[in-house]
């Protein structure tokens, strides 16, 4: 397996360009999520999604759009990217229970993430 | 609202040496928390977690945290440093079933190991 694979590993953009992070998992996970890493700040949740078909957003989703394609994959968007925008992107996996309850322990399984910066 | 507020974003020991990294966290109901490790250039990886079980939890590698309601404290403790635990260790807090799964990390806690 796997786990969970992200792509590009690097990018570099112009202000206002537009890129799409991809982001897929093998293990069968019902949630996804994508979070950005920036330093002294942890990580903070841009968008999630509890299942296939579903997504909403977290902390932080303003400047972006997400698509959760099928269940293994989830898609992040920048529509017009700002250099605010830099910063280390990780997506994640957990197997969460059926049904609407959330149990809260579920484990969160990470990917390698993707460095962008905007210029 | 939950939080955890991890003390130091970095701490350095010696090889062999007690590992302590310190997380208090804030939250109106009791709490499921996390360790995760990053290492370096890598996706975050669960060290152990607690959920209300047995208050002493052990995790991979060697690392164990204590849940202590009377102090909203869950550290991470090791007892003989490696140079292979050089990394970055995020503490973190979920709410209990009835809400999303909003995942709340730390800052982060930078350990340098010295040989």
């Known amino acids: 397996n796997a786990g969970v694979t992200q792509t590009p590993k690097f990018q570099v953009l112009k202000t206002g360009q537009s890129m799409t992070l991809q982001c897929a998992q093998d293990m069968n996970h019902n949630s996804m999520y994508w979070y950005r890493q920036d330093p002294g700040m942890g990580l903070r949740l841009i968008y999630y999604s509890a299942s296939e078909g579903t997504t909403d957003k977290g902390e932080v989703p303003n400047g972006y759009n997400v698509s959760r394609l099928n269940k293994r994959e989830f898609s992040l968007r920048l529509e017009s990217a700002a250099p605010s925008q830099t910063s280390v992107y990780f997506c994640?996996?957990?197997?969460?229970?059926?049904?609407?309850?959330?149990?809260?322990?579920?484990?969160?399984?990470f990917g390698p993430g993707t460095r962008l910066t905007v210029l | 609202a939950q939080s955890v507020t991890q003390l130091g974003s970095h701490v350095s020991v010696s090889e062999g040496a007690l590992v302590l990294l310190r997380c208090n966290y804030s939250s109106s109901v009791p709490p499921y928390l996390f360790w995760y490790v990053q290492y370096p250039n890598q996706g975050l990886q669960l060290l152990l977690k607690y959920t209300s079980a047995a208050t002493l939890v052990k995790g991979i590698n060697g690392f164990e945290a204590e849940f202590k309601k009377s102090e909203t404290s869950f550290h991470l403790t090791k007892p003989s440093a490696h140079m292979s635990d050089a990394a970055e260790y995020f503490c973190?807090?979920?709410?209990?079933?009835?809400?999303?799964?909003?995942?709340?990390f730390g800052t982060g806690t930078k350990l340098q190991v010295i040989p």
């Open positions: 994640a996996s957990s197997p969460r229970l059926a049904g609407d309850e959330w149990t809260g322990t579920d484990t969160q399984y």
């Open positions: 973190a807090v979920s709410r209990p079933p009835g809400g999303y799964q909003k995942v709340t």
